[in-house]
């Protein structure tokens, strides 16, 4: 039944590509439950008085896609791919805009799992990550990818060695390194 929808959300998607609008009016309710997952997995690891909601952050994300120039859809990983990073620019836009309000000065240094175990800090570590994934992907762009679809997204190993058309095997490693470099980064390279 998985494999009837997911090719079903390709075709959808391979027709949307194409300029169908009603193709993307019948492939929401198929990939919704999917965005709700994800952006529930993200929100979990919010404070409890953070303001955005999954719904918003589901909706946010939608629009960014729905409005994006990515039309050259290849399957419904590459859809959730793609989804994973519009909701890593949202919250870090979110986080940034909230930041900003505050007019803080902060330099305290946090680990990566401390960004994964997001808390009342909740922005400054966002952005911290962000800071941190956008060296990252100067270093390496795929490395980078994987983490936004990991974290950010929730994609499994194989989810992410679907979209950027590798082996599973090379996405542990990625993940592995990324892990290990961001601790590094995020601690103050210390």
């Known amino acids: 039944m998985l494999n009837v929808a997911s090719d079903q ?4 998607l391979a027709s949307w590509s194409e300029g169908d609008e009603f193709a993307l009016e019948q492939l929401m309710p198929l990939v919704y439950d999917e965005l709700r997952r994800m952006a529930k997995s993200y929100m979990r690891r919010q404070s409890s008085g953070h303001t955005f909601q ?8 939608y629009l960014k896609i729905a409005k994006g120039e990515e039309r050259n859809w290849e399957n419904r990983a590459h859809f959730f791919g793609v989804a994973s990073q519009a909701m890593r620019h949202i ?3 979110y986080a940034r805009s909230k930041q900003s309000r505050k007019r803080g000065d902060w330099q305290e240094r946090i680990t990566f799992a401390e960004a994964a175990l997001v808390s009342n800090e909740s922005s400054e570590k966002i952005v911290a990550l962000d800071d941190a994934l956008t060296q990252l992907a100067v270093l390496d762009a795929r490395k980078c990818r994987v983490v936004e679809m990991k974290f950010f997204g929730g994609l499994t190993m194989e989810e992410i060695a679907e979209v950027l058309k590798t082996s599973s095997k090379t996405v542990k490693r990625d993940w592995q390194f990324a ?4 601790s590094r980064e995020l601690a103050g390279g210390e």
């Open 179 to 182: 892990r290990m470099w961001l």
């Open 54 to 61: 999954t719904t918003e952050l589901i909706h946010e994300a």
């Open 91 to 93: 919250l870090v836009d």
């Open 9 to 12: 959300i390709t075709l959808l």
